[in-house]
């Protein structure tokens, strides 16, 4: 379809059997594509007669956004979600999506208005200095750079001054983590982004694990922490959906989970009493 346009570009009036020998497709294949790039939003007329063929509009200058109307519906619903969950780049987001709007026809635009209103992401009250927070930490990690944090714990103790090597940012029930290395105790440890009170850059730079994941970091704690209880085996537990989601999404057992269904779901449980 691509290389279609890309000669139709030329400005080039071409037959469908011209533009199908040259493509080795058919001609019914060729009308296909034409009805598809039409309703991209790209100016094809086909005329007939002695002088007749297919060709672009002159006043054409964008080459389309090939996206029907639910792959569009999923990148607003992507956004919401983002915004909901305090995703530091939601401007930046909201203006390449109005690019992506802006590139669609009128129907294509009515159809995303109708289509985008039948879902909504209730967002959480988050406070204001999380999100430059966020960004830094995100700088850091990109650059590699040592950073001075102040940190209050949970009991709303607030340590000293603690210099860390910031390896990535999670998020995890509702709340933002940042892994790092903390040079105090010599070793990764988490930080919710939300307790850091205080950030500051330095010129120091360090190197970062090859293919390091925040997300993998997560999941090994887990399991190291699982291991370290002592030997495990796998219990099920049937009943109620709403029970069963309960339990499901409790912060502990959440990550013990092994397998699910609507009426069963099977942990892990240490043979400790």
């Known amino acids: ?4 346009l890309w000669i139709l570009r030329t400005g080039r009036k071409l037959t469908a059997t011209q533009i199908a020998d040259s493509l080795e497709i058919s001609v019914r294949t060729v009308y296909r594509y034409i009805d598809a790039l039409c309703a991209s939003g790209v100016p094809v007329v086909a005329e007939s007669g002695h002088d007749g063929g297919i060709r672009i509009l002159e006043s054409f200058k964008e080459t389309p956004l090939f996206f029907n109307s639910v792959e569009v519906k999923a990148l607003v619903d992507a956004f919401k ?18 690019k992506v709007e ?12 109708r289509q985008s209103n039948s879902l909504d992401v209730i967002s959480l009250s988050r406070l204001p200095f ?17 950073v001075r944090i102040t940190y209050r714990k949970a009991n709303a103790e607030q340590d000293g001054g603690r210099e860390v090597d910031p390896y990535g940012l999670a998020y995890d029930r509702n709340e933002w983590y940042v ?3 903390c040079h105090r105790s010599q070793a990764v440890r988490t930080f ?6 205080r950030l500051e850059p330095t010129e120091t730079r360090f190197e970062k694990p090859e293919r390091f994941s925040a997300s993998v970091y997560f999941r090994d704690q887990s399991e190291r922490e ?18 069963l989601n309960a339990v499901c999404r409790h912060w502990h057992m959440r990550h013990y989970l092994t397998e699910r269904t609507d009426r069963e779901y099977g942990f892990y449980s240490t043979s400790r009493r």
Do not use: C, W
Request: net charge negative.
């Open 130 to 146: 999380v999100v430059p927070l966020l960004r830094d930490l995100e700088q850091a990690v990109k650059d590699g750079l040592t």
């Open 179 to 181: 892994v790092a290395f």
């Open 226 to 243: 699982r291991e370290a209880d002592g030997p495990l085996t796998v219990i099920r537990i049937e009943g109620e959906p709403d029970t």
């Open 81 to 98: 979600f983002a915004q909901g969950a305090g995703y530091p780049y939601t401007e930046e987001l909201e203006s390449a999506l109005k």
């Open 192 to 197: 919710r982004v939300d307790r850091i009170t």
């Open 1 to 4: 379809m691509l290389s279609m």
């Open 102 to 113: 802006n590139g669609l026809h009128e129907e294509q635009r009515h159809d995303l208005s």
